[in-house]
């Protein structure tokens, strides 16, 4: 009991210098967002879009689960697991668009590697089934849900161009003369739009004023 009493106050200050963290971390991504330097090197060129979206969902997810009844290093690990399915879950959405592609191909090119991916993909986001208790959906959400699906849609009537490589997965029933900066707005787009998705079941309003009111 002793020792649970010692590490709990060592988690307490590592919980407080996280917001910091954060915080700076998200303003250090939206300023590099908005320079239009999209990849962060340092990190291994992960998107500034991505690196801010974690940095919030974590903060905001650490609170909503300690205030939820979970201990502080519990609450530590699922803020940490809670924004990595935010970003597992574009990537199984992105995978499957790609497998969608491969699959009405000629011949389908659907393998086994594409079936174990998935699978890896399904259980770093199976976190969200031990935390769904802690979390509201709204008409917000639904909302902010209805754009990313809106904007992934538009997103493959243009073929689903990416800015990596040239060609395209399906057949264009849009068409553009800027491939490579459309992908790019899209891509990053529906990838900030699928954050605040996230950040809104975390009811991020009622977080702020249960924190304001303890105060």
């Known amino acids: 009991m002793a020792l649970r009493s010692v590490f709990g106050r060592l988690v307490h200050p590592f919980v407080v210098v996280s917001y910091f963290a954060s915080l ?5 991504a939206l300023v590099l967002t908005f320079q239009g330097r ?5 990190l291994g060129d992960v998107s500034s879009v991505s690196v801010g979206s974690v940095a ?9 689960f300690r205030a939820g009844g979970y201990s502080e290093v519990k609450s530590v690990v ?5 924004a990595n399915v935010f970003l597992q879950c574009y990537e ?5 668009t790609f497998g969608l592609s491969a699959a009405l191909g000629d011949p389908p090119t659907l393998t086994g590697t594409d079936a174990r991916t998935f699978i ?18 709204k008409r917000t959400g639904v909302a902010l849900f209805a754009l990313f699906a809106a904007i992934w849609s538009v997103w493959m009537l243009y073929g689903f161009p990416q800015y990596y490589y040239s060609g395209y997965a ?7 003369s ?8 899209l891509n990053f787009g529906s990838k900030a739009v699928l954050a605040v998705f996230f950040f809104s079941l975390l009811e991020p309003l009622a977080a702020l004023k249960a924190a304001v009111g303890r105060r």
């Open 24 to 28: 700076l971390t998200f303003l250090a």
């Open 38 to 42: 999209l990849w962060v090197g340092p």
């Open 56 to 64: 919030v969902i974590y903060a905001v997810g650490q609170y909503r």
């Open 78 to 82: 699922l803020g940490v697991l809670f």
């Open 92 to 96: 199984v959405v992105y995978g499957l």
């Open 120 to 137: 890896l993909w399904l259980i770093m986001i199976a976190p969200i089934v031990i935390v769904h208790e802690n979390l509201r959906l």
């Open 170 to 176: 399906f057949q264009q029933f849009l068409t553009t």
């Open 178 to 185: 800027d491939p490579f900066h459309l992908s790019l707005w």
